[in-house]
């Protein structure tokens, strides 16, 4: 059996990892947070995800929500990631990250974190995302260069950070790919720049709106054709599930970082 513990368990990714947790055999959930003076705390997990009662108070202290883990799984704010870092650090406990938005300080912050404890880091833990990661690099090597790269990229209107670290991250791969450093060639929304396109940049355009729970489209447009590489998630479950299977196989692994490519073994 591998025990997890779920942070921001009220949250709407935590809401949909209870679920995942108690859908999937061979999991025993044996802890759950929510924010310190959160009026859910004594509440069952079980009944905020409507699944029935577990039998796992809802607690604002990490100490006690992580005694019994195995695996902690972390779809929070960066500020309380890098807490629940801390707190793991010197554990041997493992811990998946779904949360985003990290600025680089605190991104060094989780990769050393990593030198001590497995750690799963990823902007999105759909398959479709991950594998579209390989097809992107496909795409830049035989289309980069003649092409103007774009990612569009719509989420629900409570989405915090934007351009969403999934964009950001498909940015990575296609940059990484025809050797052009992001921080450089990254062009975030066009208001007040005059004249044509400049070659060798990758466009970010985001739209946030009603429900949407996460749309990513890259476009590489040349004369006479284009190419458009693009992903739909319509449920949180799908996050959820990956997450999951990411705590599965991280059980088994050393300290270090790894991503959802290294899960899926692609
Ligand atoms: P949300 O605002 O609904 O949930 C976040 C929860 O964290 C809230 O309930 C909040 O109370 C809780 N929280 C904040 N600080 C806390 C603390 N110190 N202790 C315990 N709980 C705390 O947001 P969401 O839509 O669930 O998204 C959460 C994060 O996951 C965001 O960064 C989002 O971008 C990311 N996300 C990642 C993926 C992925 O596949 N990697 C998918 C969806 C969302």
């Not at 590489?229 to 692994?253: D, P």
Request: glycine letters at 12%.
């Amino acid at each position: 059996m591998l025990n997890i513990a779920i942070t921001g368990a009220s949250g709407r990714m935590g809401r949909a990892l209870l679920q995942a947790v108690h859908s999937t055999e061979g999991l025993s959930l044996v802890g759950a947070t929510v924010s310190p003076g959160s009026s859910l705390a004594g509440a069952d997990a079980g009944e905020l995800a409507g699944v029935g009662n577990l039998g796992v108070a809802l607690t604002a202290d990490v100490g006690i929500a992580f005694a019994d883990a195995d695996v902690v799984i972390d779809f929070t704010t960066p500020e309380a990631t890098l807490r629940h870092l801390d707190q793991l650090e010197n554990t041997g406990k493992r811990i998946v990250i779904g949360t985003t938005g990290f600025s680089g300080t605190q991104l060094a912050r989780l990769k050393q974190a990593s030198e001590a404890i497995p750690v799963v880091f990823a902007a999105n833990y759909s398959v479709g995302v991950t594998l579209s990661l390989q097809l992107l690099r496909m795409a830049a090597r035989v289309m980069g260069e003649s092409s103007d790269i774009e990612i569009i990229e719509a989420h629900h209107r409570h989405k915090v950070d934007a351009p969403s670290g999934t964009a950001l991250r498909m940015g990575e791969a296609v940059a990484e790919t025809l050797g052009r450093d992001l921080a450089k060639c990254a062009v975030y929304g066009r208001e007040g720049q005059e004249g044509p396109r400049a070659e060798d940049t990758i466009g970010f355009a985001t739209v946030r709106a009603g429900d949407i729970v996460g749309e990513h489209t890259v476009l590489f447009a040349s004369e006479g054709e284009r190419l458009e590489i693009k992903h739909k998630a319509s449920s949180r479950q799908t996050f959820a599930l990956g997450a999951v299977r990411a705590a599965q196989w991280l059980k088994g692994q050393p300290a270090g970082l790894y991503d959802m490519e290294a899960v899926l073994g692609l």
